[in-house]
């Protein structure tokens, strides 16, 4: 499986809820940060993702840009949906993947905080 398919298939599961698939993807040892700040195994970033699905009605992906390159994958998206109070998800991202023998070993995703303010509420 090439770089490109390994994100497309890592950001399908994460709108279907698949988390084994995400596991799958993973490598033993897998780190991830957000906005440079601690690192997290993928147990961690499962349980958020799973957090944000709970509460944000019709979460998906829109605007996909995804790049291989010689590590991994680079993916830049808009993160939509709705939230509690009823109003829009759009969310800036970006995410760089390093990856190893077929397997996600390090994913760092690079969000728009301001936009994100109100889904931290949400989730808080």
Do not use: W
Request: proline share 2%.
């Amino acid at each position: 499986m090439d770089n490109q398919q390994i994100a497309a298939d890592l950001f399908t599961a994460f709108e279907i809820g698949d988390m084994d698939t995400v596991r799958s993807l993973c490598a033993p040892g897998f780190r991830a940060r957000q906005n440079l700040n601690n690192e997290f195994d993928v147990e961690t970033l499962i349980q958020f993702s799973r957090a944000v699905s709970a509460i944000v009605d019709n979460f998906h992906y829109e605007e996909v840009i995804r790049s291989a390159t010689d590590r991994g994958f680079v993916e830049e998206h808009t993160v939509t949906g709705t939230l509690p109070n009823g109003s829009q998800l759009t969310l800036a991202a970006c995410v760089v993947a390093d990856i190893e023998n077929g397997k996600i070993m390090q994913l760092r995703e690079y969000v728009d905080t301001a936009a994100a303010a109100e889904l931290s509420s949400a989730l808080a």
